[in-house]
């Protein structure tokens, strides 16, 4: 069974920076697809960021250029690194992952192309 654990998140001002990370066990790591998703108080949940098993990197629109996704698959973690944090990007960040037979990720920013996820981690950017 498949458990996602994140962390790293906390309390920073605008500017700054924060890294998560999500730890990965119970399965074959390197088969599994990875994405980030946030949810904002009162807001929907949606998508950050994601990483393929072959470690293609795919962002939405308010991630490009102050997000990066990378992923350790000897560590079995998957980082984001977030730079230029902004008081929107106040939310609950969530891991989650799906096992793949292909090397691409058809449908990185879909919730129900993921299987297990995380309990998620609070971020919060004051302005």
């Known amino acids: 069974q498949v458990q996602l654990v994140e962390s790293g998140g906390g309390l920073v001002q605008a500017g700054g920076s924060l890294r998560l990370s999500c730890t990965f066990s119970?399965?074959?790591?390197?088969?599994?697809?990875v994405g980030w998703f946030r949810q904002a108080p009162g807001k929907e949940r949606e998508f950050v960021s994601a990483i393929s098993r072959s470690a293609n990197t795919y962002y939405a629109d308010s991630a490009k250029g102050r997000f990066t996704i990378s992923r350790d698959n000897t560590k079995k973690m998957v980082y984001l690194q977030m730079d230029s944090l902004k008081p929107e990007d106040t939310a609950v960040y969530f891991c989650?992952?799906?096992?793949?037979?292909?090397?691409?990720?058809?449908?990185?920013?879909?919730?129900?192309?993921?299987?297990?996820w995380g309990q998620g981690t609070q971020v919060t950017v004051s302005s």
């Open positions: 989650a992952a799906v096992s793949t037979i292909i090397t691409g990720f058809l449908r990185p920013a879909s919730e129900d192309a993921y299987s297990s």
């Open positions: 119970g399965g074959q790591f390197s088969r599994y697809n």
